[in-house]
């Protein structure tokens, strides 16, 4: 088994504890609401919702991949940081074990925040994985955090 790491920056002008709510504490509600036509729902099939817990997101039929379990490590909301790994899913293949992510949101100067991202792809064998893959997932990533990033900005009362 191989690990590959690759690390992200996203800015933007909203304020880092609104997109904490919204993306890591109220994602189960909030992204059916915003993308419907790729996400069917998004449940917790094991847990509270917080650490320990394990959320099941179901795409719409007709969508490339059916679910994605993801297992929650960290919510600290303290800090602002989340980390989970992706357990289940058409997507990890014949190639990949899971995979691991870690998102701070991080104050910036404007009042909005920077978002880092560190994703680890843990393989089987000793299949390297292709950055070419990893972007794809991460264009993935980032139509979901533009959604609700435009969301967001478009209601300044919601997650505050």
Excluded: W
């Excluded at 609104?18 to 790729?38: C, Q, T, Y």
């Excluded at 007709?62 to 997507?91: A, C, F, M, W």
Aim: charged share 25%.
């Amino acid at each position: 088994m191989g690990v590959t790491t690759y690390t992200h920056e996203v800015t933007t002008s909203v304020a880092p504890t609104r997109l904490f709510k919204a993306i890591v504490l109220d994602s189960e509600n909030l992204v059916p609401k915003l993308m419907p036509k790729v996400v069917k729902n998004i449940e917790i099939i094991e847990g509270d919702g917080g650490a320990g817990s394990i959320k099941k997101m179901n795409f719409v039929e007709g969508s490339p991949n059916k679910y994605l379990k993801h297992k929650i490590h960290v919510i600290d909301d303290k800090n602002l940081v989340t980390k989970y790994s992706l357990i289940e899913g058409d997507v990890l293949g014949d190639k990949l074990e899971f995979v691991t992510y870690e998102i701070k949101f991080e104050a910036s100067g404007n009042g909005g925040c920077i978002c880092k991202t560190s994703t680890e792809y843990h393989t089987k064998g000793d299949y390297v994985f292709k950055e070419e893959e990893h972007n794809e997932g991460k264009n993935q990533a980032m139509e979901l955090f533009k959604t609700v990033e435009d969301y967001l900005l478009a209601n300044p009362s919601v997650y505050v």
